[in-house]
């Protein structure tokens, strides 16, 4: 009875990841648009139109297809999309979308969120073949796109991992070419301001035949390259006549580029030329504040979640939030209910495989306990709310590890210090009232050493107590022989 429960439970299991995976795919389920054969002829003499123009600059970003993450990057486009109508910007907001996203997706971003999408054919990328590029910036070179924006005066080019705090429509006031430094000798590409021109789109297209020198392959090593003065350009101040526009390139002030690693070392931003308006996400990409993870293990995940709680909000991710919660419900009543025991496995005296079964029967509990807190992890829709996804994840592990308990007859702290172990690291890095982020991340690293020894002595826990169940043949009795069960009932 309850092998056919554990099947029965991992085998919905399975169904969930599928499922979730299926959610988080869904393009696939969507037509394309025909790609056309000569949309780069086309783009390259008269520049990307967009539908009906209603201001003079435009806020823009990218969409391509070819990631595990191309789910969560369509949600972080719709938040950046949203955010910026919310601070009510005198500018339109214009994707730029390779042909093979979802027309589904399209129409959302058209007709529900406000923006203006212009289709495109990917630009085929001539570093792909250097020994130090990443593949998931292959198509990044899309961005140069923005040059062939003719139907704006100016445009500010961004990256989805943007968060905005206020209005930054002084940035229309700059010259040709803007980008803030992060780095002391490189400006960073997730949000620069550029004058569209025909003939820089042109000659940025010749320079990609010719291979100009790019040391990281992607779209920030091509521009580096291509305006390598910039740092010795003047800094950007907005000149007091909002309609006037200034010529020429300049560096952006640190605030429109506030790299979020700035304000993990003081837990405060302390930025010293502002203004304050944007703030950055670069780094390892699955910790992106948009995934339900990078909360409390990174503080401004949580600032990014509010932002799109009052923009887009949880809807679709909810049914699947639902269906777990139902489902680990059902496991809790049925183990309940049915207090299932372990089905006893006979052997012979002469059994000489005794070994080698009760070494498989060791690693197959193990693994079922190490299973128990790996699967809620990724069968929890990516971009959830960390409050919910976190909820999850610890109500998942907690239920699906008593599966083993049960099955196994095991002790339940021992198979539990884990969960308590994350628990307790959750409160710590959530602890509102550190000095400071050195304070914070020694009080983590304090914490995990404590907890190193407590996770070793379960282990020896439950593979001693296998052992003595297996010694006094409790879960092996012999064939013909009733298994001990005086001390069964004390042991469940």
Known sequence: MMFSFWVFSFWVLSLLIFETTAYNERQLFQPLETENANAMTAVMKQGLQTQRPEHKNAYATMMYMGTPRDYEFYVATRVLIRSLKGLHVDADIVVIASFDVPLNWIHVLEQEDGAKAVRVENLENPYKKQTNFDNRFKLSLNKLYAWSLSDYDRVVMLDVDNLFLKNTDELFQCGQFCAAFINPCIFHTGLFVLQPSMDVFRDMIHELKVKR?????????????????????????????????????????????????????????????????????????????????????????????????????????????????????????????????????????????????????????????????????????????????????????????????????????????PWLGIFGTLLVMAFPSYPDGIVRALSVLGYAFCCAPFLWVSFVKITTHLQVLIDKEVLFPRLGEPGVSSGLSKLY
């Not at 790019?214 to 950007?236: K, R």
């Not at 496991?331 to 079964?357: G, W």
């Not at 960390?386 to 095991?410: E, M």
Request: hydrophobic share 45%.
């Open 213 to 417: 020198d790019n040391p990281d392959g992607a779209d920030q090593g091509f521009l580096v390259s291509y305006f390598s003065d910039l740092l010795n350009q003047p800094l950007f101040h907005p000149p007091s006549n909002r309609t006037t526009a200034l010529t020429g390139h300049f560096r952006l002030p640190l605030g429109y580029q506030m790299d979020a690693s700035y304000y993990y070392l003081k837990l405060r931003w302390n930025v010293p030329c502002g203004p304050n308006s944007v703030i950055t996400f670069p780094g390892a990409v699955w910790l992106k504040p948009w995934y339900w993870w990078s909360w409390p293990v990174l503080p401004l995940g949580l600032s990014w979640h509010h932002q799109r709680r009052y923009t887009i909000s949880y809807s679709e991710e909810m049914t699947w939030v639902i269906i777990q919660a139902v489902f680990y419900l059902g496991i809790i009543l049925v183990t309940r209910l049915a207090r299932p025991s372990m089905t006893k496995l006979c052997y012979r005296r002469s059994d000489k495989n005794l070994s080698m079964i009760e070494t498989a029967f060791k690693l197959v509990s193990l693994l079922l306990i190490l299973s128990a807190y790996i699967i809620p992890f990724f069968i929890i829709p990516h971009t959830i709310h960390p409050l919910i996804g976190w909820s999850l994840y610890l109500a998942g592990s907690f239920v699906l590890s008593s599966i083993p308990i049960n099955a196994f007859l095991l002790p339940m702290l021992p198979v539990l210090t």
